[in-house]
């Protein structure tokens, strides 16, 4: 048979197009025993506004980034962590109550931070996790004081410098910061050629937004950080 192949490649065999460099282009990999597959063309970034420069705000975007987000942060004051983040010092410490879904969450929430601080900053220097002195109260109404053991989850506690932790999550080169602007309003619009809605940000110096000035186009997301 003319039609038949005088030459079978091995197994690990790949063919490419020449043409492999364009948006969309199919990939044939050891045919006689898989299917090809379109591989999908580059597409642009997701993007969300976050409100809000403190902890909370600068946190969120910092994991916005990490997940390959754009991001704009909107804060109203000149600079960041202008508000109660602004603390020299801050205690991380869980609620005691074993049985409390919300002590659990607190927990939980402890070991996200110290983790984060970990990969971010000095310890010693930024944070430390120290463990907490708890004082209960005996039916009597005297107080004992216990030091909880390394194995005791309250041993999971210790202090944190909030400006360290907001600095270092706002250096991440997708986040860029918004200063001095307060957000009057917010709304969302569908963009021509897009099938769901997008957030414009308003605000007194006109609207904010992710595209160029000639093709405007709102954000994919919004978390309002400033509560």
């Keep these: 048979d003319s039609q038949s192949p005088t030459h079978v490649p091995p197994k690990d065999h790949q063919v490419t197009p020449p043409d492999a460099g364009c948006a969309q282009w199919w990939k044939w990999d050891a045919a006689w025993i898989k299917t090809p597959r379109l591989l999908p063309a580059r597409v642009a970034l997701p993007t969300v506004a976050v409100i809000g420069a403190g902890l909370a705000g600068a946190v969120t975007a910092w994991a916005f980034a990490r997940r390959g987000w754009h991001v704009v942060v909107f804060e109203k004051e000149p600079s960041y962590a202008m508000g109660a ?94 200063s001095a602007c307060q957000v009057t309003s917010v709304e969302t619009s569908i963009h021509p050629g897009q099938s769901a809605p997008h957030w414009l940000i308003h605000s007194p110096e006109g609207v904010h937004h992710c595209g160029p000035k000639d093709a405007p186009i709102g954000f994919d997301a919004l978390v309002l950080a400033n509560a």
């Design 85 to 178: 983040s602004g603390l020299p010092v801050g205690l991380v410490c869980p609620q005691l109550q074993t049985s409390d879904p919300v002590a659990e969450l607190t927990r939980i929430g402890v070991a996200t931070t110290f983790n984060l601080c970990q990969q971010l900053l000095t310890e010693g220097v930024d944070f430390k996790i120290t463990g907490v002195q708890t004082h209960f109260s005996s039916p009597d109404g005297l107080h004992k004081k216990r030091r909880q053991t390394p194995n005791a989850s309250i041993a999971l506690a210790g202090w944190v410098k909030p400006m360290a932790l907001i600095e270092a999550c706002l250096q991440n080169p997708l986040i860029r910061v918004v």
